[in-house]
């Protein structure tokens, strides 16, 4: 069995022992359509229960309208990690205690991809696929990387192909509240040998798409199927967000809170800030 693609289950299990709407990010359920070519950065940073532990996940993300109908998206995922331990050692006849710091980094999967849809369109499509380009020598960082989004750990799984597509229906008042539906399967594919998984996204937002600002409320779900075996798994999580429209500049700020006693375990909850930036 592929450690690589298949450890992410034993992180949840094992409870990461380890341990907006407007975001214009690919494969996530929360992000928001921009009528022109934008480019965002996002970062993610979980706030773990145990100690020493620290880190993140960070996302480069480019959106460029090459038709009315279709926007070709291309994100960069990276993740750093650092984790903090202590030992005693005798120094001149006494127990001193040695502080230990362990850092690492990795660029994660990048993402290529197409929304499909006008950007009035109730219904839209989104399909693509993420090429593997994580490292297998970082498992602290992916271990970091995992807490901080459910709904992109295929972004940090070292040799995994992975490719899905997902179906969007938002329906928004002229006056700014909206409804947001997402549902998405993805098919991971270990490229070292071993079955591959499915993961179905579904989601759900709603809030306030003002001129000015965007408030949003949300709750995603992740559902893996093992196809080598009987084992499934599912996780889920709460969002709250908000947007500042300062022309064609969109700062972000929102809250993920984990639903799931494994990963409630783990992380009290998740900060993620940002910008986007429309260009043309």
């Known amino acids: 069995m592929n450690r690589s693609i298949y450890h992410v289950k034993l992180l949840i299990a094992l409870g990461c022992a380890l341990l907006?709407?407007?975001d214009g990010t690919a494969q996530t359920p929360f992000s928001q359509r921009f009528d022109r070519t934008s480019l965002c950065l996002e970062a993610l940073i979980p706030k773990f229960k145990r100690s020493g532990y620290s880190g993140g996940a960070f996302f480069l993300t480019g959106r460029?309208?090459?038709?009315?109908?279709?926007?070709?998206v291309i994100e960069i995922p990276y993740a750093v990690a650092s984790y903090e331990d202590s030992y005693y050692m005798y120094l001149n006849g006494?127990?001193?205690?040695?502080?230990?710091?362990?850092?690492?980094?990795?660029?994660?999967?990048?993402y290529i991809g197409t929304e499909i849809g006008k950007p009035e369109s109730i219904v839209f499509?989104?399909?693509?696929?993420?090429?593997?380009?994580?490292s297998d020598k970082s498992y602290y960082t992916e271990a970091v990387a995992i807490?901080?989004?459910?709904?992109?750990?295929?972004?940090?799984?070292?040799?995994?192909?992975?490719?899905?597509?997902a179906i969007n229906v938002r329906v928004r008042d002229?006056?700014?509240?909206?409804?947001?539906?997402?549902?998405?399967?993805?098919?991971?594919?270990?490229?070292?040998g071993g079955g591959g998984i499915?993961?179905?996204?579904?989601?759900?937002?709603?809030?306030?798409?003002?001129?000015?600002?965007?408030?949003?409320?949300?709750?995603?779900?992740?559902e893996l199927l093992d196809l080598s075996s009987s084992y499934n798994t599912n996780v889920s999580?709460?969002?709250?967000?908000?947007a500042l429209h300062l022309g064609i500049v969109h700062p972000q700020l929102q809250l993920r809170l984990p639903l799931d006693d494994n990963f409630k375990r783990s992380i009290d909850y998740v900060l993620g800030m940002g910008v986007a930036v429309e260009l043309k």
Do not use: C, Y
Not at 64 to 72: A, I, Y
Not at 125 to 134: D, K
């Open 125 to 134: 499509g989104e399909i693509g696929a993420r090429f593997p380009l994580a």
């Open 147 to 165: 807490a901080s989004d459910i709904d992109r750990w295929e972004a940090f799984l070292a040799h995994a192909f992975t490719v899905g597509g």
């Open 20 to 22: 907006f709407h407007r």
């Open 198 to 222: 499915v993961a179905l996204s579904p989601a759900i937002s709603a809030g306030f798409d003002g001129t000015k600002v965007t408030i949003a409320l949300g709750l995603s779900f992740r």
């Open 94 to 110: 006494s127990l001193v205690p040695i502080a230990q710091t362990t850092s690492d980094n990795t660029i994660g999967n990048p």
């Open 174 to 192: 002229p006056q700014g509240p909206f409804l947001r539906v997402r549902f998405g399967p993805s098919l991971w594919l270990p490229t070292r």
């Open 64 to 72: 460029f309208r090459t038709s009315p109908e279709n926007m070709v």
């Open 237 to 242: 999580q709460f969002l709250a967000s908000t």
